[in-house]
């Protein structure tokens, strides 16, 4: 968490046509009081009108402007650090094929394929009901949650497209208030931990006669 005792949220954007909500996902994560950073795959930024973004927003070219030694920051890594979770809205099907074979050939997904599996990762999917009911996309799915990774489900409703079925990505609230509820959920593990380690103090304490927890 930054020094602010906000939490990071380091938003993923592909190239579903669902990216013309990154503004509202973005303003909702602020108004919830998180510190907010933006990664693009390519295809994504066809649908962003990015200068008017109020927070960074990192595509694949910023991954090698910064580096250029040994030595250097490498920034799908330093991406890693900052966030204490991921959220991906929208995941087109492309990128979630790549994520569950381990594909790692932009900056977004070098970072999914870098991150800590004990950080939150969010998935929200979007794509046409027809690749939706695919059984690739049923079989990477399964890959994704088993690796411990949080689905939002999909929602049925009239795509972009002019299909109609599941598929499109979840209402804005929906993902914003997984994403409040994660934070609950490890701010109340963190809570626990520090308490659990208290009791430990306070009992070798007791035993001892002297503090030797540390």
């Given amino acids: 968490m930054a020094n602010s005792g906000k939490f990071n949220v380091l938003l993923g954007l592909t190239g579903s046509v669902a990216s013309i909500k990154a503004s509202q996902i973005v303003s909702s994560l602020i108004d919830e009081k998180f510190n907010v950073k933006v990664v693009v795959s390519e295809n994504a930024?066809?649908?962003?009108?990015?200068p008017t973004f109020p927070v960074p927003v990192i595509d694949d070219a910023e991954e090698w402007k910064g580096w250029s030694k040994r030595g250097d920051p490498v920034l799908h890594i330093e991406l890693r650090r900052w966030a204490d979770m991921?959220?991906?809205?929208?995941?087109?099907?492309n990128t979630m094929a790549k994520i569950a074979t381990g594909i790692c050939d932009n900056l977004l997904t070098c970072v999914v394929r870098a991150w800590e599996m004990?950080?939150?990762?969010?998935?929200a999917p979007a794509m046409n009901t027809c690749m939706w009911e695919h059984p690739v996309t049923r079989e990477q799915l399964v890959r994704l949650r088993g690796l411990g990774y949080i689905y939002i489900p999909v929602v049925?409703?009239?795509?972009?497209?002019?299909?109609?079925?599941?598929?499109?990505?979840?209402?804005?609230?929906?993902?914003?208030?997984?994403?409040?509820?994660?934070r609950e959920r490890l701010t109340a593990n963190a809570g626990d931990i520090i308490e659990i380690k208290n009791d430990d103090r306070k009992r070798k304490h007791d035993d001892n006669g002297v503090d030797c927890a540390s």
């Fill in 156 to 182: 049925e409703k009239t795509l972009v497209c002019g299909d109609s079925g599941q598929g499109a990505m979840a209402e804005v609230p929906t993902i914003i208030q997984t994403v409040c509820d994660v």
């Fill in 118 to 123: 004990s950080k939150p990762l969010l998935l």
């Fill in 45 to 50: 930024k066809h649908f962003l009108d990015i």
């Fill in 86 to 93: 991921m959220l991906i809205a929208p995941l087109d099907a």
